[in-house]
Nanobody
Framework: QVQLVESGGGLVQAGGSLRLSCTDS????????ISWFRQAPGKNREFVAT????????VYANSVKGRFTISRDNAESTVYLQMNRLKPEDTAVYYC???????????????WGQGTQVTVSS
């Protein structure tokens, strides 16, 4: 069983940085691909970044490439999303999710966290 909890969201000015954390309180963290998604008001949930079970092969959405970095520490059962040069359009609720295979489709994920709000002011 995977139980994901996000933290690290908040209010930041454009150009600033935040680091999100996604921690699993279960015992199977290292067997799943972990991804970050986000959902802005009135919009569909969109893929942000994913990372393989071993912590390599990150994949990013074009909208965040070069600004966001995903990493994981399996010993701590945690995945991080370092977000730099934030823009107002990055404002959304950010969710982490776990899947048994690599995919960018939110409907294919087995487990989700409750989300953390990120607000970027202009």
């Amino acid at each position: 069983q995977v139980q994901l909890v996000e933290s690290g969201g908040g209010l930041v000015q454009a150009g600033g940085s935040l680091r999100l954390s996604c921690t699993d309180s279960g015992r199977s963290f290292g067997t799943y691909y972990i991804s970050w998604f986000r959902q802005a008001p009135g919009k569909n949930r969109e893929f942000v970044a994913t990372i393989a079970k071993t912590g390599d092969s990150p994949v990013y959405a074009n909208s965040v490439k070069g600004r966001f970095t995903i990493s994981r520490d399996n010993a701590e059962s945690t995945v991080y999303l370092q977000m730099n040069r934030l823009k107002p359009e990055d404002t959304a609720v950010y969710y982490c999710a776990a899947a048994s295979f690599i995919t960018t489709g939110p409907n294919l994920y087995d487990y989700w966290g409750q989300g953390t709000q990120v607000t970027v002011s202009s």
